[in-house]
């Protein structure tokens, strides 16, 4: 009889990491940061509840560090064994990794907070790293195997179904919303006897059901209008790419004014040779693109600013434009300086596309704060700012119990929602009680254990 314990992401959206404890083997799904008001939070120094000595194998869904953040960490505790992923979020984990080691190290030369992990640990977790395809039963230890199914959220993001003592095991990972701007829908596993679900947005249903194009459009005319710049924080895996594939059909397929637009995050520059290699991963009309020969992710008036140097010259480019920076909260990265320079500007139109989590800069922000602290400064806000739902990354409540209906649950068969804060967790719950028997459903709490 299998067991899963629960050690992040459990009454929380961050941290995910799971443990299946099987006759023959002891498995993990995800390790990821513990992530707030900073990126890296004093969580992540807490030891694993478990050996990581003991784990046969660790299984990752995709490449957000929320899911992958502790890799290294494990590794350092004395993790040995296989990290088994998509080629695209082997990929993606490395650079991923890397920059978030920088952060830690340049953070580590300001104050005494200690590294979760070293290079060293880094560069063994790669060498560890056992890409495989999507639909690919993997073998583990006696007996027990896996496969892995598109779960639509960023490139090469993966629901894993887990067999151990002949139960099988689904983990949904972060499950996209569809349609789609490059990716196709999620991709159910068959069948289930437990689902540990994630419920981001439980409860909640897109109340912007605008076309992402036309949000975009809009933005583009409002900058051009007011004549100032157009600030777009945009998460650096998948949010960036979105909104260049975007940019390109409005400039080259629609006829859009030009303006110019900057790049200025280092970490989606490197994604965005990974997006370019692995084209077979994105959605039919998106293909056919690429079978025209066109660069979906290229346009005239695009800049790269990939040096300091090169981001601090945007300011000498005269408005309108677009700045286009991560991180996507705004906790830390280049948006930072662009905020504390452009939002004392009233001409500025901030437009916030992602998900901004309790007690971060981008969440004081769109709560309507006159003013905020960035970098030892008070800054005032007088830019407009503009959120937006349509482009999230997630799938909302009715996307999330329609993946869900598509499982075969197993009679006596468990559902265990993560991945949500407390409201949107009872939220979902309720519907998961409406449509399954009593007591199948259950909100996940940290440092459980359950034998399925």
């Known amino acids: 009889m299998p067991r899963i314990g629960f050690y992040g992401a459990s009454g929380e959206v961050t941290g995910s990491n799971f443990l299946v404890e099987g006759a023959k083997g002891r498995y993990v799904v995800d390790c990821g940061l513990f992530q707030g008001q900073d990126t890296i939070t004093e969580d992540n120094q807490d030891p694993f509840s478990y050996n990581a000595e003991e784990v ?24 040995r064994g296989p990290i088994y992923c998509t080629e695209a979020t082997s990929e ?32 063994r977790a790669l060498a560890q790293m056992r890409p495989i395809n999507y639909r690919q ?5 006696g007996g027990d195997a896996f496969t892995l199914y598109d779960a639509g959220h960023i490139l090469g993001s993966a629901s894993i179904s887990l067999q151990v003592d002949g139960k099988d095991l689904v983990f949904s990972g972060d499950l996209g919303h569809w349609p789609s701007v490059l990716l196709p829908a999620p991709d159910p596993p068959p069948v289930a006897d437990a689902v540990v679900m994630e419920a981001t947005y439980g409860g909640r249903e897109r109340d912007d059901s605008t076309d992402r194009l036309k949000v975009l459009k809009s933005a583009l005319d409002l900058a051009t ?6 600030l777009i924080p945009a ?24 303006l110019p637009i900057f790049l200025d995050s280092p970490l989606a ?7 370019k290699k692995h084209g077979e991963l994105f959605a039919n009309n998106v293909r056919s693109h690429k079978k025209k020969g066109e660069d979906m992710f290229a ?124 409201e ?6 309720k519907s998961l009680n409406n449509l399954l028997p009593r007591e199948m459903a259950q909100i996940a709490k940290d440092n459980q254990t359950v034998d399925i």
């Open 56 to 79: 046969e194998a660790l299984i990752l869904t995709h490449a957000h560090l929320d899911h992958i953040g502790r890799v290294p960490k494990l590794v350092r505790e004395g993790f």
């Open 92 to 123: 993606l984990t490395e650079i991923v990794l890397k920059d978030a080691l920088d952060l830690m190290e340049r953070r580590l030369d300001r104050t005494d907070a200690p590294a979760l992990y070293e290079a060293a640990d880094l560069n």
């Open 137 to 141: 039963n993997r073998p583990l230890k």
């Open 225 to 230: 209008q007011r004549g100032g710049a157009l």
């Open 235 to 258: 998460f650096s895996i998948e949010r960036t790419q979105e909104l260049l594939f975007l940019l390109h059909e409005l400039f080259v397929h629609h006829s859009q004014p030009r």
């Open 269 to 275: 520059i490197e994604a965005l040779e990974i997006f």
């Open 299 to 422: 346009f005239k008036s695009l800049a790269v600013t990939a040096t300091v140097d090169e981001s601090k010259s945007t300011n000498d480019i005269p408005n309108p434009k677009v700045i286009i920076a991560g991180s996507g909260m705004m906790v830390g990265g280049r948006i930072s300086h662009h905020l504390k320079h452009y939002l004392p500007d009233q001409k500025t139109l901030l437009l916030v596309i992602g998900y901004q989590a309790p007690g971060t800069l981008g969440s004081q922000i769109v709560g309507g704060a006159k003013k905020v602290r960035i970098m030892g400064a008070e800054i005032p806000i007088r830019a407009k700012v503009q959120l937006t739902q349509a482009f999230s990354g997630h799938a909302d409540h009715s996307e999330l119990l329609e993946w869900l209906s598509k499982i075969d649950l197993r009679q006596g068969g468990r559902v265990f929602v993560t991945h949500a804060n407390e």
């Open 424 to 429: 949107n967790a009872r939220e979902f719950l």
